[in-house]
């Protein structure tokens, strides 16, 4: 049977109450996200100047609109179907008027929302790149008020963006730019009123993130604020695989740090929803001793991918419907699921099973983590690593208290370095393993963002058969002093922090790719020529470790000339001997010559096809004795212990 893809435009078939059903869960698994950035004269003043290289040049109200400009690029690739918005606090305009009667007749004073949280439109990049890049257009929409705002009216906004926009989303995330650490430190009821808005949107499963602005003459402080307002994320959060870091190392505007780059980094690091690899299995610690745990995917290779079919025929572009019928080859008729059967080939016939029958053929168990034993880290060898790692972190969906025993086993291994063995099947009908348990620590970058979460590591060990034994190889070592000048080499060749960051060295080809997408949606340029971070810096590579290149390659001059001349008489060997030319020269023997039996026997080639044709028997008893004499055989009896004896080498070489 063949399989047969149609694309259909949108209107020209119905849909079912199953896509709706699926498109109603699809929704609840998206992310969505809100930036509220503050407008007040000391968020629209640059910071000072310094003498480092990396100073920041942008007002921290430029800065993070740089921000969500280049998190909104990066989610319409890698999220398309996420939703994010941009609503700016403290402006002496309001742009609530027309949006007042969708949201329940509302509005409110000095909250400007300039991107409504959706789903981000060409339009949208395009408003707010305009807006980061026309100073005109900035310093027209970036008017403080001259009346303070109230924090309990920017939440409660808030709330009802969400409740509008999102109302079934799972991850829904607020996100707070600010360097004002007491926005009511003289009215106690406007900072209750505001701790109570606060507690609706998290009682609503909103997360909201504080991203503080330090001055140079003040340092943002938490406590006298937000400690009220901003929640330590629950560790049941489905979308988080661990705990927010409860304090964000704040972005100084006074030292060489970017501003941009640690807002985006830490923004980064909190904005992508984690999608948990497998449900919630049962992790057995010991006989009858359960928790629950989910499986992520950190680390993963990116690729280019169509997330939909756009059908051109129409007035307008439309995102099309993929429709898949399954065809008979002979007659063309749609075949049903129930028509198909799979079978499986043995002895020349089809075997018929039933889809019960391969569900059990299949089956090793119900998905689940059975820790068999622990041994010592040191008894796992670097090379013991076939496949991909799942990362495990706990879940309170099944067992409660699934939190506390996960991380008390996780911190114990780390401290006595030992690894559990576990029997691991990922989910139903999956193949199962024999992987290590490798507990892992919380890894923060030099802004204090979270670059790998604490948790452990399910890493599939290889069986007997997929280890490779190397070839035995012959090689001569290097002597000390040429090791040592290698040694010098790769220390200036080292990179910053002696650790390689991914995340520096975006793949180009992919990095290409999206460029020319995002020049077509927002009619753009094209670009001339791709950015490639991956090609090595060869000047900085010749200033560095150019000379000490060079005194490598005297001292391998050196060293091959001494090993030269203790190996010249075990090495030197006599000429060959040529031939004298002339007429009477013995002509050059081809290979079949060197094959040939003696006596004029028949070649070993002409001897097998012989055998394989069965004419080995219509040889003559001279031709057979003399190939058998060339293998060393017995040639007594007669013709038909010959033909024997031919067959048997035949039979044993198979």
Known sequence: MAEENKWKPPGEEEEEEEDEVDEAAYKSARDAVLFIIEISPSMLTAPPPTDAKKRDRDTPTLAALKCAYALMQQRIISNPNDMMGVLLYGTDETKFQEEAEARGGLAYPNCYLFTDLDIPAAGDVKALKDLVEDEEESEKLFVPSTEPVSMANVLFCANQIFTTK????TSRRLFIVTDNDDPHAKDKALKSS?????????DLGVIIELFPISKPDHEFDRSRFYDDIIYNASPTDP?????????????STSDGISLLTSLLSSINSKAVAKRALFSSV??????GFKISVKGYIIFKRQEPKSSCYVWLDGEKPQIATGVTTQMADDTARTIEKVEIKKAYKFGGEQITFTPEEVSSLR??????IRIIGFKPLSMLPIWANIRPSTFIYPSEDDYVGSTRVFSALQQKLLKDQKIGIAWFVARKNATPVIAAVLPGAETLDENGAQIIPPGMWLTPLPFADDIRQNPETNLIRAPEGLIDRMREVVQQLQLPKAMYDPRKYPNPALQWHYRILQAMALEEDLPEKPEDKTIPRYKQIDKRAGPYVIDWGH???KEHEEWRKDNETATSFPAKRSAPPGKDDIPDRSKKAKTATPDGGPTDAEMKHAYMKQEHKKMTVPQLKAWLQGKNMSVGGKKADLVERVEEFFEQRR
């Open 282 to 287: 049962p992790f057995e610690i010991g006989p």
């Open 166 to 169: 999102a109302p079934n989303f």
């Open 363 to 368: 089956h090793f168990g119900d998905p689940g």
């Open 194 to 202: 505001a701790a109570v808005r606060a507690k609706d949107l998290y």
């Open 555 to 557: 001292e391998l001059h």
């Open 239 to 251: 979308e988080a695989p661990a705990p927010m870091s409860g304090v964000v190392a704040p972005s």
